[in-house]
């Protein structure tokens, strides 16, 4: 764990919830339900089923990567917590990946 403007901050969910314990407080929880209330959309699909999605039957093309949570406190000390995905563990796409862009210099 680590520190910022004096407050723990974790570096695992199983953590965030230990600190709401200690302090009695849900200050690191709400971060957490916030966030995944605005991620769950992009996860959710009427069209196939869990399993399915795991496998890669309905989802050609796409491939299973690792999550994370990522916390932070900002200036105003509010907790956030982020939904990070690990895309460096996937395998590179055949097309272009990035963006061509004109020099200055010209």
């Not at 796409?62 to 990522?70: D, G, R, T």
């Not at 200036?75 to 055949?94: I, N």
């Amino acid at each position: 764990t680590t520190e910022k403007f004096g407050i723990m901050v974790p570096k695992t969910v199983k953590e965030a919830q230990r600190f709401g314990r200690e302090n009695g407080n849900t200050l690191w929880m709400d971060a957490i339900k916030k966030e995944m209330m605005h991620v769950m959309p992009a996860f959710t699909r009427a069209e196939c089923s869990l399993e399915e999605a795991k496998f890669g039957k309905a989802l050609p093309g796409y491939q299973e990567i690792k999550c994370h949570l990522v916390f932070d406190i900002k200036m105003d000390f509010t907790r956030k917590a982020r939904f990070v995905a690990g895309g460096h563990m996937t395998d590179p796409p055949s097309s272009m990946t990035y963006s061509s862009v004109v020099s200055r210099e010209t």
